[in-house]
């Protein structure tokens, strides 16, 4: 057996070694997409269920997915071991060159944070045009710009959007990317279910577009039945694109547990882990557990659909509160996903443009478990008014005021740490400081609709539409725009400019501040969400709203102008260490090579070490190995 | 200049004193949602301004904090310099958190001792339908309570006076100073009755007897909206012509309802309404 | 045009798209490093999966206790027969025996554990179509609607389909354990499977509890 080279062409195979090779590449998994939707749709209406042709749309996308999985490569290595041959588990799609390695199958953790960035950042800006839309319909109060099915439509499409972004966001970029790094280790634990968890997004992303082609679908994220049933073949949309990100959300998690769990380098005990693993640590708890639940409940509903049962019909046996109770109690953990990891990065970066150690580290550490934990006992606080029993309401109102107190440690440690620091004013600073002003305006709001008898007027308002901007978009958005300023020249050797930075940063929060703050007066005006038309007494207020959700929108094309300008037109490459703080992946070079670590280091301090008069270096890259 | 913890900490502690006292007066000059039509508006009216009042010291402590933060720890200009080797302190953090528990533990008490000041616009599910009272009292505070049962359907309400033959009628009348139990339906997709001015929210699901109370002090009109999306016309599903009026002023309405009623062949009165119901036991 | 920050590889080690050599071995990926990753991946997914079956038996529950319009059995339902489903369930627990038998005499003798392992097998499918069967005999239309119908239907309907996907993995075992000159079956992944395989029967285990006699 010939021994390592990485010479040009390699040693001839020999017998033990012949492999199948099946000529993967997106190519063929669009074309197999394309086909398997085809045989998918034949297939099912081929059944002959009585359904409206529903069962055909769902085995249609389903066949389509998974023949794109296919023809992408992920076949590749289990056939490989269903006919006995012998693999190395090493990085596949190291032989495409240039942005090719981004638009195929690769399973180095870097090229797939990237690539999730993309994503992420593409459909974001789908979301949002679903968004501006909403806004310019709501601009009268019984004129529309689009009939209202077409409304109901945008709203869904603009709210399941920001939903898939929300939910990995930071994971999926910064935690594939730089999780590795962080813990000292060349590797992910199960590097193609990493590259799994990414290649279930675009079908996601491409089946949501997709929905107004079929009608698209009039639930809003949160899918509702009876109306579900009523909806017609978009909501078949739904039901995949949602499963699609909840396994992706599975088997995300899975891999990362693992990966912090068994891969630390020496030196890096659970105590000494930087607060941002941490983040996607217990949201990747939250997701790996909560997710098979969203799963099952999407699968009872596509039954429903295509095969008639009745799961969620009350003439036939079954009930709205089933559906109720299984998607919120997957619900309130994925918010809680949402912004587990955006306390991460916020509570990582504020120490290192503070220049001072993470005050209360294990205090916060015990502040995200607590909110992981509590997370599963409160998503009966969605159904307040819904008809649950009464005697719950009590426990879901004190488990609901509780989760406030492991939430508030946040801003506890930031305050810590920020007391006497010497404190830089960067961009990615100024994001972190704009999410603790939002994130206050969020969680005290929820405190709000935490409280039943306050939360009857409350619920299904604007208020709670502003309550969960606020924090998502104030709050999650707002950290992973300082994530992507921070990283940014470590991620793509090139660096953002930062007047445009600042100007992005003053520009979204006035706008995100004027746009969102009159909707909570709204709510407790009498506004339902979700409407097309409204008390005309609102009609100044909502087109207020409307004109700083324009200048908002326009904030973030500014941004956008900034990463495409900088990305792609700036030849100049950043310095390794533009921050000069102290964490492991700004001590190597930019570029990065293609193996992170040539000797796995060992962890001699914290990550937050600032202060000291000698400091020693964050990690020790360990003895030269002994000459042959 | 480096000055002392006890400095910084003073100024902070007088700026907050001072604009968290003015945040208060302010707070409680406001008039506040639902309003004072019942007592269940009062109650909520007064417990959203509570809640205001005690957020109000905790937002201006927060962004005063940050403000002072940044411009008195900021790092000179150009400069690298390391802020001091703090790591914690163990009694701070217990007292905040000790601090936040206290607070939050004694809004959930008040909030759960409303709900259990018996009813509060909030509901429970009832298997068991009221009994068709055929005559009697409209329900006053002492006497028997006010049936009134709203069907939600796509795109209207529709409300049946259980204890005067099941009449129907499409706009909500109700008497002053009465104790009213609303039985909340739906016939096809989940809705949710939501009278504004009187406190009163609770979702109309098919095949489910949703009770919520609610007991009137005054008259006058009140908005009744759709709080669950139920589809194209959710945001056209409501109503202004809900009205409080007084005991005299009721009887004369309804009484004319059921001589409007007797040639509708209306359904029978049921708490909840399928489209095929089945009997127990077959 | 910058193409990301991440360095390409000098040239390419691979001489087919997608297939390393095993000439390109390299120390992290050490096989000790795999079996733990293996072992603590496989128990968080099983832990996963548990979820998931759960919300299958919490829709049984609660439909069952509410009984809307009393159409948790619709009139006329036979109770699907207790013996089919017990063949069921023992055909999956003898499968998920045979395996471990079967992976506990993997090193040493490669010929049992690949007896094992076949007869494993033929046990997950007959199992398979013995559910199949009962799917096309059930005393129930479930396209009629009620509660207990669409339960039973879906719940054995997503275990089914684990059970396709596990006997796929299984003839991926076998297949690793073929004379193949140096490569065998890694031990430690044996006993990750057979965690998988335990975990699907007693999954079918309680479902046949539930779904047949409560």
Redesign the interface.
Same mark, same amino acid.
């Given at each position: 057996?010939?021994?390592?080279?990485?010479?040009?062409?390699?040693?001839a195979?020999q017998a033990?070694?012949r492999?199948?090779?099946?000529?993967?590449?997106l190519l063929t998994g669009i074309v197999l997409a394309a086909a398997g939707y085809y045989v998918g749709v034949q297939i099912g209406n081929g059944l002959g269920?009585?359904d409206q042709l529903n069962t055909g749309v769902l085995l249609g996308y389903t066949f389509g997915t998974l023949l794109f999985l296919v023809g992408i490569?992920f076949a590749?290595y289990?056939l490989?071991?269903?006919?006995?041959w012998?693999?190395?588990?090493?990085?596949?799609?190291?032989?495409y060159?240039?942005?090719w390695?981004?638009l195929n199958?690769s399973l180095?953790h870097?090229?797939i944070g990237?690539q999730y960035l993309v994503a992420m950042l593409m459909a974001m800006f789908f979301g949002g045009i679903g968004a501006m839309l909403i806004r310019t319909n709501l601009l009268s109060p019984d004129q529309l710009v689009v009939p209202?099915?077409k409304?109901?439509v945008l709203v869904s499409m603009h709210s399941v959007m920001m939903i898939f972004v929300a939910s990995a966001a930071i994971v999926g970029p910064f935690g594939n990317f730089f999780v590795p790094y962080m813990i000292g280790?060349?590797?992910m634990?199960?590097p193609r279910l990493e590259a799994l968890s990414f290649w279930l997004v675009p079908p996601a992303i491409i089946i949501l577009l997709a929905a107004p082609l079929f009608g698209g679908f009039?639930?809003?994220w949160?899918g509702?039945a009876?109306?579900s049933e009523?909806a017609g073949q978009g909501f078949d949309s739904y039901i995949v694109g949602f499963t699609l990100i909840g396994t992706a959300l599975?088997v995300s998690?899975?891999?990362m547990?693992?990966t912090v769990?068994?891969?630390r380098a020496p030196g890096m005990t659970w105590t000494r882990l930087p607060i941002f693993v941490w983040g996607v640590f217990s949201a990747s708890i939250l997701g790996?557990?909560?997710?098979?639940?969203l799963?099952?409940?999407l699968?009872?509903q596509g039954?429903?659909r295509s095969?008639?049962?009745?799961?969620f019909?009350?003439?036939?046996?079954?009930?709205?509160?089933?559906w109720e109770?299984?998607f919120w109690f997957f619900g309130h953990p994925e918010v809680y996903i949402f912004i587990l990891p955006a306390f991460g990065i916020v509570m990582e970066l504020i120490p290192h443009f503070?220049?001072?150690?993470l005050?209360?580290?294990?205090?916060a550490v015990v502040g995200l478990l607590g909110v992981t934990l509590l997370s599963w006992f409160v998503w009966q606080h969605h159904l307040?008014?819904?008809?649950?029993?009464?005697a719950l309401?009590?426990f879901y109102?004190?488990s609901t005021?509780?989760i406030?107190?492991p939430t508030?440690?946040v801003?506890?440690v930031a305050?810590?740490t920020?007391?006497?620091?010497?404190?830089?004013?960067t961009v990615p600073m100024l994001f972190c400081?704009g999410f603790?002003?939002n994130f206050?305006?969020g969680g005290?709001s929820g405190?709000?609709l935490s409280?039943?008898?306050?939360d009857?007027?409350l619920?299904?308002?604007y208020f709670s539409m502003a309550h969960f901007h606020f924090t998502i978009v104030g709050g999650e958005i707002f950290a992973i725009i300082a994530a992507i300023y921070y990283w940014f020249?470590?991620?793509?050797?090139?660096a953002l400019n930062m007047t445009l930075g600042k100007i992005h940063f003053w520009w979204m929060m006035i706008a995100f501040n004027l746009a969102f703050m009159p909707l909570f007066a709204a709510g407790?005006?009498?506004m339902?969400?979700?409407?097309?038309?409204?008390?005309p007494s609102l009609q100044s207020l909502n087109d207020w709203v409307s004109f700083w959700a324009y200048l908002l929108f326009a904030s973030m094309l500014l941004f956008a102008v900034n990463v495409i300008w900088s990305?792609?037109f700036n030849?100049k490459v950043a310095p390794a260490d533009p921050w000069?703080v102290r964490s492991i992946e700004w001590t190597l070079p930019?570029?990065?090579?293609?193996?992170n670590f040539e000797r796995?280091p060992t962890f001699t301090s914290g990550p937050y070490?600032?202060?000291?008069p000698s400091p020693r270096p964050v990690a020790d890259p360990g003895p030269e190995p002994a000459p042959a | 200049m480096i000055r002392p913890?006890r400095t910084?900490a003073l100024r902070l502690l007088i700026a907050w004193a001072v604009l968290s006292v003015i945040g208060v007066v302010i707070g409680l000059q406001l008039s506040?949602?639902?309003g004072s039509q019942s007592q269940?508006s009062i109650?909520?009216s007064g417990?959203?301004k509570l809640?205001i009042i005690l957020?109000t010291p905790?937002?201006v402590g927060?962004?005063l904090?940050?403000l002072y933060?940044?411009f008195a720890?900021?790092?000179?200009r150009g400069?690298?310099?390391?802020?001091?080797?703090?790591?914690?302190?163990l009694r701070?953090?217990v007292a905040?958190?000790a601090i936040?528990?206290v607070v939050?533990?004694i809004?959930?008490g008040?909030?759960?001792s409303?709900?259990n000041a018996a009813a509060?616009?909030?509901?429970?599910?009832s298997s068991s339908a009221p009994a068709l009272a055929t005559s009697g009292d409209v329900g006053t505070t002492e006497g028997h309570a006010l049936q009134v049962q709203v069907i939600a359907q796509q795109w209207y309400f529709t409300y049946r006076y259980a204890d005067y033959s099941g009449v129907e009628s499409l706009h909500l009348m109700l008497p002053v100073n009465a104790n009213v139990v609303f039985h909340i339906t739906s016939t096809?997709?989940?809705h949710?009755f939501?009278a504004?001015q009187l406190?009163?929210?609770?979702?109309a699901?098919?095949?489910?007897d949703?009770v919520t109370y609610v007991t009137t002090l005054q008259t006058g009109s009140f908005?009744v909206?759709?709080?669950?999306?139920?589809?194209?016309?959710?945001?056209?599903m409501?109503d202004t012509s809900g009205a409080v009026v007084s005991q005299a002023d009721f009887a004369t309405w309804i009484t004319q309802l059921q001589k409007d009623n007797l040639s509708i062949p209306l359904p029978p009165y049921a708490p909840y309404y399928?489209?095929?119901?089945r009997v127990k036991g077959t | 045009?910058?193409?990301?920050? +991440? /360095?390409?590889?000098?040239?390419? =080690?691979?001489?087919?798209?997608?297939?390393?050599? *095993?000439?390109?071995?390299?120390p992290?990926?050490e096989p000790e490093?795999?079996a733990?990753?293996a072992r603590?991946?496989t128990r968080?997914?099983i +832990? /996963?999966?548990v979820?998931?079956? =759960?919300?299958?038996f919490?829709?049984f529950f609660? *439909?069952r206790a509410?009984?809307?319009?009393y159409?948790?059995l619709?009139a006329g339902t036979t109770h699907p027969t207790r013996g089919i489903g017990a063949v069921i369930v023992l055909l999956a627990i003898a499968s998920a025996g045979l395996y471990w038998a079967g992976a506990r005499t993997v090193l040493a003798q490669r010929v049992t554990a690949r007896l094992f392992f076949w007869l494993a097998l033929i046990a997950g499918i007959l199992c398979f179509g013995v559910q199949i069967y009962e799917f096309r005999n059930l005393g129930f239309d479930?396209?009629?609607?009620?509660?207990?119908?669409?339960?039973f239907?879906?719940l054995k309907?997503?275990w089914l389909f684990q059970l396709t996907g596990a006997m796929?993995w299984l003839?991926?075992q076998i297949?690793?354990t073929?004379p193949?000159?140096?490569?065998i079956i890694r031990p430690k992944s044996a006993v990750i499977f057979g965690n998988f395989m335990v975990f699907l029967a007693a999954i079918a285990l309680v479902a046949y509890l539930v779904l047949y006699f409560v």
């Open positions: 057996m010939a021994t390592a080279t990485m010479g040009s062409g390699g040693p195979l033990s070694e492999q199948m090779v099946l000529p993967t590449n269920f009585n490569g590749n289990p490989a071991r269903l006919f006995g012998p693999i190395a588990p090493q990085s596949a799609g190291d032989e060159r240039g942005a390695r981004f199958l180095d870097k090229v990237i209202p099915d409304y109901l280790t060349n590797r634990a199960f009039p639930t809003g949160t509702y009876p109306l009523q599975c998690g899975i891999n547990l693992t769990i068994s891969l790996t557990f909560a997710a098979p639940i799963a099952s409940a699968i009872m039954l429903d095969m008639n049962t009745s799961f019909i009350s003439s036939n046996g079954g009930s709205p509160y089933l109770n299984l503070a220049r001072k150690p005050w209360g580290y294990k205090t307040f008014v819904s008809g649950i029993a009464p309401r009590p109102m004190l005021e509780m406030s107190i508030g440690i801003f506890l305050f810590g920020l007391w006497r620091a010497k404190i830089s004013m400081l603790l002003f206050l305006i005290l405190v709000f409280d039943v008898p306050s009857v007027t619920h299904g308002s020249p470590k991620m793509t050797g090139r407790i005006l009498d339902p969400r979700r409407v097309s038309t409204y008390a990305w792609f030849a000069h930019t570029p990065l090579p293609r193996r796995i070490d600032y202060g000291q | 913890n910084h506040l949602p639902p269940q109650d909520q417990l959203l809640m957020s905790v937002f927060v962004v904090f940050i933060s940044v720890f900021r790092q000179k400069a690298l310099e390391d802020g001091p080797r703090s790591y914690g302190n701070l953090q905040w958190v936040t528990a939050v533990l809004l959930a008040i909030g759960i409303q709900l509060n616009g909030t509901n429970f599910t096809d997709v989940l949710s939501w504004y406190g009163v929210k609770a979702d699901n098919p095949g489910v949703n908005t909206r759709c709080a669950e999306l139920c589809g194209i016309w959710h945001g056209a409501s399928f489209p095929s119901p | 045009m910058a193409a990301g920050n +991440v /360095a390409e590889p000098a040239a390419p =080690a691979f001489t087919h798209r997608g297939m390393p050599t *095993l000439a390109t071995r390299s992290e990926w490093v795999d733990r990753v603590v991946g968080i997914w +832990v /996963a999966d979820f998931f079956f =759960a919300a299958w919490f829709a609660y *439909l509410l009984n809307n319009n159409d948790w619709p479930p396209q009629q609607g009620g509660g207990y119908p669409s339960v239907v879906g309907g997503v796929l003839a991926a297949a690793q073929r193949m000159g140096d490569v």
